[in-house]
């Protein structure tokens, strides 16, 4: 809410006269106070969509008196937000499309917004209250502190001398030679009793949470490989959509809306969703399914070198035909090159995001701890999201690169005067970068064996999509 409002005041006619700028929207009437006031609604809108997401599905489970309940009510409320987004999507698509001013078209948001909030509290009186069940991160942090204070204490040979506390509740994870220093976290210190060391947890640790420690590590260079994979999927919505928005729509007599290659996008996002999860089945049981999952990443990375290159020739293609007409700063004209030209590029970005999702899921799924599976699709959507904010940084720091020796900027408030094409082809060989250090990762990763049943694409599709499903209706 709070975001979005500032996303209005931003805008230029709003405070133009506080600010002492002009009201018109240009660039030169945009001020420091209002670049501030931009940037920061923009980050406390991320903040409060991630808090909206990671909270949504357990406030609901929270407010269900018994446990088998809880899918049946999920599944209703799921029903009414599909409906209610689907619908409030249509409303905002047909009446914003009639706003021109920016300040309203952030303003309507911000108001319902409010709405949504004051009829939120307005039942906090109702809600259910559940304590914090605690976090198994606090369990990978306990390890280290743990390991560092018994630095200089020498790790026993004998793995039975090191502490593991077993019972009915918990599985106990089994010892490995990796990463021996965290096995320092489970060294009994001889000089006081285990009582006395067991009441204090930041000091001695379990076996089997040093060995979930060890996963988590060695899934961190992995992890990090999704980071640029996140930066070319959101040039699909930047400047994919940018460059649609003058290219010619028509085909022969028949007028296309844009929306019809978003169109095509998520279907071919869903059936490359479908395909991965045929594949992995299609493995079985058999020893070689444990890699399926870093085999669906490496297609993704290679789609998303191909999505770059192909962008890199469709652009020049636009900017010789803007060119050829004379378009170079007449950004608002229309192109005389149909928009079909983007199609390619945006079904490499559908290969891309179609499986990626499903297979960085089921690699985590299957190579992680038990204790923090309800936390991997924040951690896979996490790595994304560091990757869409770092295309701003990219395209900075690009920028500022091009313009070395005097050369113009890659990056122009006019489209047709960018090079995005050089950008895309920037792009392909960090992708390429990124390829070959995730395959080194991959080689040299210590796989478990698969325990993974049959998938279903409906699971990766909810949970990219919470809300993209009639069958989770109970309606």
């Not at 109702?126 to 560092?148: C, D, E, I, M, N």
């Not at 199609?343 to 891309?352: C, D, E, I, R, T």
Request: aromatic residues 12%; contains cysteine.
């Amino acid at each position: 809410m709070q975001g979005l409002g500032f996303l209005s005041m931003s805008t230029p006619p709003v405070l133009a006269k506080a600010m002492g700028t002009c009201s018109e929207y240009k660039p030169e009437c945009i001020g420091n106070g209002q670049q501030i006031l931009f940037y920061t609604g923009l980050a406390l809108v991320v903040i409060g969509g991630c808090g909206h997401i990671t909270s949504w599905a357990q406030f609901v489970a929270a407010q269900v008196n018994e446990e088998e309940e809880i899918k049946d009510v999920t599944r209703c409320c799921n029903c009414l937000s599909l409906y209610t987004v689907v619908i409030s999507t249509i409303v905002a698509i047909i009446v914003l499309s009639y706003v021109k001013l920016w300040s309203i078209r952030f303003g309507i948001p911000a108001i319902c917004s409010l709405v949504a909030t004051l009829l939120f509290f307005s039942g906090s009186r109702t809600y259910k209250y559940v304590p914090p069940q605690g976090s198994p991160l606090t369990a990978f942090v306990r390890v280290f502190v743990a390991s560092t204070t018994k630095v200089f204490y020498a790790i026993p040979k004998e793995v039975s001398k090191l502490y593991e506390y077993k019972n009915s509740d918990t599985e106990v994870v089994p010892h490995t030679k990796s990463l021996r220093c965290l096995d320092k976290a489970a060294i009994i210190v001889p000089s006081k009793t285990l009582e006395e060391q067991r009441k204090n947890r930041w000091r001695l640790c379990t076996v089997t949470e040093v060995e979930e420690t060890k996963t988590i590590v060695r899934m961190i260079p992995v992890w990090l490989t999704f980071i640029f994979c996140g930066v070319v999927s959101s040039i699909g919505f930047t400047y994919f959509i940018e460059q649609l928005d003058n290219l010619n729509p028509k085909v022969g007599r028949l007028e296309f809306p844009a929306i019809v290659l978003l169109w095509f996008y998520n279907q071919a996002k869903t059936i490359c969703n479908i395909l991965y999860v045929k594949f992995t089945n299609s493995l079985g049981l058999s020893g070689s399914r444990k890699f399926a999952p870093a085999i669906g990443i490496m297609l993704s990375m290679i789609s998303a070198v191909l999505c770059c290159i192909v962008a890199a020739k469709v652009e020049n293609r636009r900017l010789n035909v803007v060119q050829k007409h004379g378009l170079l700063d007449k950004p608002d004209e229309t192109i005389p090159m149909t928009m079909f030209w983007l199609l390619p590029q945006f079904l490499l970005l559908a290969l891309l995001d179609g499986i990626f999702y499903s297979s960085a899921l089921s690699f985590f799924k299957d190579q992680s701890p038990v204790s923090i599976e309800k936390y991997l699709p924040f951690f896979i959507g996490g790595a994304f999201g560091v990757g869409i904010l770092s295309s701003v940084l990219s395209v900075y720091i690009v920028g500022k690169i091009s313009e070395s020796g005097g050369k113009p900027n890659w990056f122009q408030h006019n489209l047709n005067r960018s090079r995005l094409d050089k950008y895309y082809r920037t792009l392909a060989w960090l992708s390429a970068i990124n390829l070959v250090i995730f395959i080194v990762v991959a080689i040299f990763y210590r796989y478990k064996e698969s325990n993974l049943q049959k998938l279903e694409a409906d699971e990766f599709i909810e949970a990219d999509e919470p809300f993209s499903d009639d069958e989770n209706c109970c309606c």
